[in-house]
């Protein structure tokens, strides 16, 4: 039989090969974009850049002389364009964040209702065997029943939710 923690392991890992996989073209490239913008080999070649243009361009010599209105030009447009493929980027990564918390929330309500089971299967034996369990702790008493989730999610959103 297989460890169950690597068993776990290679679920996550083919769960997360899984979602590169099923990226469209457009979020591979915005992926790759993003990552590369935010790379130190892109910010020493643009201070490159930047150092050359004011080279080639100073005293009034070259092609943009000062101000740069074409540097300003120009940087101005890759920002326009960086800035959106990173909120696509970004878009993309809080959907997978999303479905991750809810798969999360599904295995965390599974966990609870099995260790709801098991406190009623042990208590249900214990009773069987004539052995005097008592229940008098209300924690243990809310613990033998089903978890309500809409009124746990009720109770969160009102103690969530700022006094108007």
């Known amino acids: 039989m297989t460890d169950p923690t690597l068993k776990n392991v290679r679920a996550i890992a083919d769960l997360e090969r899984q979602t590169i996989l099923q990226r469209s073209r457009l979020q591979r490239i915005t992926d790759t974009i993003t990552h590369l913008a935010g790379s130190g080999i892109f910010l020493a070649a643009h201070a490159v850049w ?3 243009w004011v080279l080639l361009n100073r005293d009034g010599r070259g092609f943009d002389p000062f101000p740069f209105n074409l540097l300003t030009t120009v940087v101005s447009l890759e920002a326009i364009f960086l800035t959106g493929i990173v909120l696509m980027t970004q878009n993309h990564m809080t959907l997978q ?20 089971a098991v406190l009623q299967m042990l208590y249900a034996l214990c009773e069987k065997e004539g052995i005097s369990v008592k229940v008098s702790d209300a924690r243990v008493q809310q ?18 939710t700022p006094e108007a």
Do not use: G, M, S, Y
């Open 50 to 52: 930047f150092l050359c």
């Open 97 to 116: 964040a999303d479905r991750r918390a809810h798969l999360d929330l599904q295995v965390n309500l599974l966990a609870e209702q099995e260790l709801t």
């Open 143 to 160: 613990l033998l029943k089903d978890t309500d989730i809409v009124q746990l999610a009720v109770a969160l959103e009102k103690e969530l």
